[in-house]
């Protein structure tokens, strides 16, 4: 396959080629693209299908909101069968598409503009579980919230966000361009194992709330669906788009702020400009974007801050950093873990050899 054909599908450049003068880039039937919009629209349909039934809970009871820890939607009273189909369609949902995962990494292997057996089977999947979970919320209502604290619904969002930062690290660096010093290694690791982590963080919180009507829940299940969708479209090469994937890590900006407005806690712009900030110091710096490009957006964002933060306070200011400092302190807590762990398969491995030879 031609180098600048290669390039040009993943959105990535080619060194000393102009893609706008490549026509062989426009002669290709994209099936990959053509399953991510159909994806997007069932995203959008769906979601609207949850707002028009979710009429249908409004006499679900509700015990009194108890604050921060306290997750509202869940019945005062679990029966068996609400625990049962939560968990054991979560389960289902869960091993199903691990084994579709490690199907892929095993037999399929290469990427492709159109559409692996494995990739219809996965939006199958995914498509027949949504409207599973939509059926068991109708009928028996209760998620997993029932059973699991909601800090670990959105620790699993925290932690697939923070594997992305690190696994692109060698792409596109951590800190405005520059690449922090991660072993190879480890980052080779963190993109082998990904796509398990990714798909237990998207299943496990779309099987932690019930398919409510709230603006939040319809953003929230949004969300959800498309990181199904990226999930699904494993060795396409739609599912290595810069412009793709950086589009659902900037989503949860979007999900984040409008939440936090919803709730009205005032606490929108530590999310605005939290996330922002690490699109500004990391996530566009993968884009291809010119020096001139980069440098307008972080204007932008500078003088939003300074517009946002002159009305509220500067005593405030530290809001801003709280989510990228996070982030950035995890990224490399979890490469040390990574590290951890390959440091002991190392040594597992010739003690294993050794014994088995014995």
């Known amino acids: 396959m031609d180098n600048t054909f290669k390039y040009a599908i993943a959105g990535e450049d080619v060194p000393g080629k102009d893609l706008s003068m490549t026509s062989q880039t426009h002669s290709v039937r994209r099936t990959d693209i053509l399953a991510l919009a159909g994806g997007i629209a069932f995203s959008l349909a769906f979601t609207a299908l949850i707002w028009w039934i979710g009429r249908y809970l409004a006499g679900i009871p509700h015990l009194p909101d108890e604050g921060a820890s306290w997750y509202y939607w869940k019945l005062p009273s679990p029966a068996f069968w609400s625990r049962a ?59 997993l919230a029932q059973d699991v604290s909601i800090f670990t619904s959105q620790g699993s969002v925290i932690v697939m966000l923070v594997w992305i930062l690190l696994m692109e690290n060698s792409r596109r660096g951590l800190f405005f361009g520059r690449k922090a010093p991660i072993g190879k290694s480890i980052v080779q690791a963190a993109r082998k194992y990904h796509g398990y982590l990714f798909a237990w963080a998207a ?22 669906f498309l990181l199904l969708l990226q999930g699904s479209l494993f060795f396409t090469r739609i599912h290595i788009n810069r412009w793709w994937t950086v589009t659902q890590e900037v989503a949860v900006l979007i999900h984040g702020t409008i939440v936090a407005l919803l709730q009205g806690n005032n606490l929108w712009p530590m999310f605005a400009f939290g996330f922002g ?82």
């Open 203 to 224: 299943v496990y919180t779309f099987w932690y709330h019930p398919m409510e009507n709230t603006w939040s829940h319809l953003i929230g299940f949004l969300y959800m």
């Open 85 to 143: 189909t939560a968990w054991g369609l979560y389960l289902a949902h869960q091993v199903t598409l691990w084994g579709l995962i490690y199907y892929a990494q095993t037999r399929v292997k290469k990427y492709t503009t159109g559409l692996h057996p494995v990739n219809v089977a996965a939006l199958g999947i995914n498509a027949l579980f949504i409207y599973l979970h939509l059926l068991q919320t109708q009928v028996w209502y209760d998620g």
């Open 277 to 358: 900030g690490i699109f500004v110091i990391t996530q566009m710096h993968g884009l291809g974007l010119s020096l001139r490009m980069r440098g307008a957006i972080l204007a932008v964002y500078a003088a939003l801050v300074v517009w946002v933060y002159s009305g509220r306070g500067l005593a405030k200011l530290n809001e801003i950093i709280r989510i990228p400092l996070i982030e950035y302190l995890a990224v490399f807590i979890l490469a040390l873990l990574i590290g951890a762990v390959l440091w002991i398969a190392r040594r597992v491995r010739p003690a294993a050899a050794v014994t088995a030879g014995e």
